[in-house]
């Protein structure tokens, strides 16, 4: 999504409930710094919390700075009668969130964030303590499924007649409304939820077609009853890397080469996934990322990056281990009372 249409109150859907404000810092005439504060009604609403978030963080290795701008976000979110904060959020748990806590010398996944290291040193010498980690894995489709793993979803795929199959990307808009009934009573009960309207979703997911292979979009079914998803995006930050993020103007001929013509994409990020309540702890988890892993391999993909999750999320945790998935990387949420 472009920049200046997300954060656009006319064209974002996320702004019709809620309200955010930015601060540029400046030092010695020079822009060094930036923070956002959001109020977000849905979150009230949903949580019966008095929170408010901080996010689009970024600043120098310089107390002063970071504090000075951490001192505006949070006077202006009290302002509104907020009591607590959460962050770093690019305006929501939605979108982007947390701030990498290790791994530093690693390559960013696809629309997740990156820090320099000492960004957990200046929140924290704020004041603000852990509220949730979120973890990020790896799974390679060099190593094999285990074959205990294989064989048990498979079982499990039988007994309970599930069948897999793949989105039809022709079909979006009916596959984004399945997905969307799925998503909100899956992720419920999750820590940090916020509930998505059919506005919005379908303006994150109109962005999401262009960077989803088909063969890596699943729903899995129940006679013929949609009950769980599993989306994959490719990654395609080594290709926005060559062309320095400018896609004009020949930056977006370059992406749809490498993307199409002479696909260049070997990785990619498993995004999302989720399974209705009274469906769950049934192996259908297992199944997903059993076929996920079977789809990367068929296109020639080297493997790719599932999350984020959360760190107490076990039964999410436990399958991807299972499939010999490796915890790579933590994003830490901070919170703080205001």
Excluded at 85 to 99: I, R
Excluded at 116 to 140: N, V
Aim: glycine share 8%; net charge negative.
């Amino acid at each position: 999504m472009d920049r200046r249409d997300y954060l656009n109150t006319n064209k974002n859907p996320f702004f019709e409930h809620a309200e955010c404000a930015f601060w540029i810092a400046q030092k010695d005439g020079k822009d060094v710094g930036r923070i956002a504060a959001v109020h977000d009604e849905d979150w009230e609403r949903f949580h019966g919390e008095k929170a408010g978030y901080f996010g689009m963080f970024d600043a120098p290795d310089d107390p002063q700075v970071a504090h000075a701008l951490l001192d505006a976000a949070t006077t202006w979110l009290r302002g509104r009668g907020l009591e607590s904060v959460l962050g770093p959020f690019d305006l929501s748990t939605n979108y982007m969130a947390g701030a990498l806590i290790d791994a530093f010398d690693t390559e960013p996944g696809m629309n997740m964030p990156y820090n320099p290291p000492y960004y957990p040193t200046l929140l924290e010498g704020y004041g603000l303590t852990k509220a949730k980690d979120l973890f990020q894995w790896y799974l390679s489709t060099s190593t094999p499924i285990p074959e205990k793993v294989a064989r048990i979803a498979d079982k499990i795929q039988q007994r309970n007649r599930v069948t897999v199959r793949t989105m039809d990307l022709k079909r979006w808009d009916d596959e984004v409304a399945r997905v969307l009934d799925i998503y909100n009573d899956a992720w419920e009960k999750n820590w940090g939820f916020v509930p998505v309207s059919e506005k919005e979703f379908r303006h994150i997911a109109t962005d999401l077609k262009m960077v989803v292979n088909e063969n890596l979009a699943l729903m899995a079914e129940v006679d013929g009853e949609p009950v769980a998803f599993v989306i994959t995006i490719m990654n395609l930050n080594p290709i926005l890397k060559k062309v320095d993020g400018k896609l004009f103007p020949f930056g977006l001929f370059r992406l749809l080469w490498d993307m199409k013509v002479r696909p260049k994409v070997n990785d990619c990020r498993l995004i999302v996934l989720g399974i209705k309540d009274g469906y769950r702890r049934r192996g259908i988890d297992s199944i997903l990322f059993v076929e996920t892993h079977r789809a990367a391999s068929r296109l020639g993909w080297k493997g790719g990056e599932i999350g984020w999750t959360l760190e107490d999320n076990d039964m999410v945790n436990r399958a991807i281990e299972s499939m010999a998935g490796t915890h790579t990387k933590t994003y830490r949420v901070y919170g703080a009372q205001l």
